[in-house]
């Protein structure tokens, strides 16, 4: 079964522009979550979305969205790009995102802001 | 708010050894804690999930132990290996503010394996 994709694995913008990240699950899976992994934060888990529904969600900014396809593929978006926005941001999979599930996470996307 | 601290941030071992990474959260009330690994620049392989009502749990040559009371939990890893040199996170599951689960990750320790 393969794992969870990313797309795509590295991106350079500049401040103010827009970037839109994408995630395959595995297949079956029907829960995503979106963390943002920096060398200050560590890992901060920014949103969760189920059946197309964002069901939980961290703080941050409203510049941090996402949304979930009928495929269960998910989405994140960062307008206004931000310095501070630079970052490895990973997804992770599970079926239903019970917390008796481990979640499958993927390579990340390293974002770098200029 | 719940916090989770790793400590230390980094331990160099010779190859062999057996050796113990610490994890140390605030709030008890957990629904479980997950052991993962990261290689650098990759995403995280989970290792060990152990649930609230577990005291522990053993995969191969990793064996993690939980203390919900202390807000503690150690990885173990028996006779170490190069190959296990890499970045060792702890996250706790906790009910969110919306009523749902979500992870709470430590800063990590960095593992390095002499040969």
């Known amino acids: 079964k393969a794992g969870v994709t990313q797309t795509p694995r590295y991106l350079i913008k500049t401040r103010g522009q827009q970037v839109t990240l994408s995630c395959s699950p595995i297949?079956?899976?029907?829960?995503v979550s979106w963390y943002q992994q920096t060398p200050g934060q560590g890992l901060q888990f920014l949103f969760e979305y189920f059946s197309e529904t964002q069901r939980n969600k961290g703080n941050f900014p409203g510049r941090f969205s996402g949304r979930q396809f009928s495929n269960s593929r998910s989405e994140m978006n960062v307008s206004t790009l931000e310095l501070g926005d630079s970052a490895l941001y990973l997804c992770a999979s599970s079926y239903s995102g019970g917390y008796q599930e481990t979640q499958y996470f993927g390579p990340g996307t390293r974002l770098l802001v200029l | 708010k719940q916090e989770v601290t790793q400590i230390p941030a980094a331990l160099s071992v010779p190859e062999g050894e057996n050796l113990v990474l610490n994890c140390s959260f605030t709030d008890s009330a957990i629904y479980n804690l997950q052991w993962f690994r990261q290689d650098p620049g990759k995403g995280l392989t989970s290792l060990l999930l152990?649930?609230?009502?577990?005291r522990e749990q053993t995969s191969g040559r990793l064996n993690a132990s939980l203390d919900k009371s202390s807000g503690r939990s150690t990885l173990y890893i028996a006779a170490s290996q190069p190959g296990d040199s890499a970045t060792y996170l702890c996250?706790?599951?906790?009910?969110?503010?919306?009523?749902?689960?979500?992870?709470?990750f430590g800063t990590g320790t960095r593992l390095t394996i002499i040969p």
């Open positions: 152990i649930q609230s009502s577990q």
């Open positions: 996250a706790v599951c906790l009910i969110s503010n919306f009523g749902n689960e979500k992870l709470t």
């Open positions: 297949s079956g899976h029907r829960s």
